[in-house]
C-alpha cells in the first residue's frame, strides 16, 4: 500500500477552516478513484511542548500507479483546487509505503 | 482511537538511521502497553518538490489515558531514551484523535 499524507499546520481561523474542510475538503477528497482508505486525524497536543500541526489527512491506495492516476484525474485536480484555495499556506504533503 | 505520530526528517545518514531504526528503536516501540497497532511509513516523494520527511510511524492505543499509560511506563521511557540517543534532532511528536 502507499499513503498520501496531507499534514496541515495551525490554520489562522480553525473553526473556519475545520468547516471547509470537514463540509467541502472531504467530500472532494473521498471522490479520489481507488481510494482505499481515508483517516483524519484532529491533532490533540504534543507529548512535550506544543503541537504545531492542526490536522493530518492520509489516503491510500493499492500502488503508486493508481495513487498517481487518482492525482491526475479530474477528481484529483478538484481537490487540489480546493486545497489551494482555503490551505496553500499551511499543507505539507508527501507519500509514502506502508511498512508495516 | 488515539495515536502517536512521530515524524522524522531526513537523517544526515539514512542507511545507519534506517539501521538502528528496524534494529533497536522498533523492537522497543512494540513492547509499548496497550499499543493497538503499529504503522510505518517510509517516505518516498511528494507530489510537488522533495519530500523533507524520511519516515513516519504511528502508533495506537484505544484512548489517551492508555497512552499516557504507555508513554510513563518503563517501556515507554526505554523508547524515549533510545529516540533520543539517534534521532532527538529530526523526529517530531505529537498526538491526535482518529475520527475516519
Chains 1, 2 share one sequence.
Do not use: C, Q
Not at 2 to 31: G, M, Q, S
Not at 37 to 43: P, S
Amino acid at each position: 500500500m502507499i499513503k498520501l499524507i496531507a499534514l496541515y499546520r495551525k490554520p489562522a481561523d480553525a473553526a473556519a477552516f475545520d468547516k471547509h474542510y470537514n463540509e467541502i475538503h472531504t467530500p472532494l477528497v473521498r471522490k479520489y478513484p481507488g481510494l482505499r482508505k481515508l483517516e483524519i486525524t484532529r491533532v490533540t497536543g504534543a507529548p512535550i511542548g506544543d503541537a504545531k500541526f492542526h490536522l493530518m489527512a492520509e489516503m491510500y491506495w493499492d500502488d503508486k500507479s493508481a495513487m498517481d492516476a487518482a492525482l491526475s484525474s479530474p477528481e484529483g485536480k478538484a481537490v487540489i483546487k480546493d486545497l489551494l484555495s482555503f490551505a496553500a499556506d499551511i499543507v505539507t504533503i508527501f507519500h509514502g509505503d506502508v511498512a508495516a
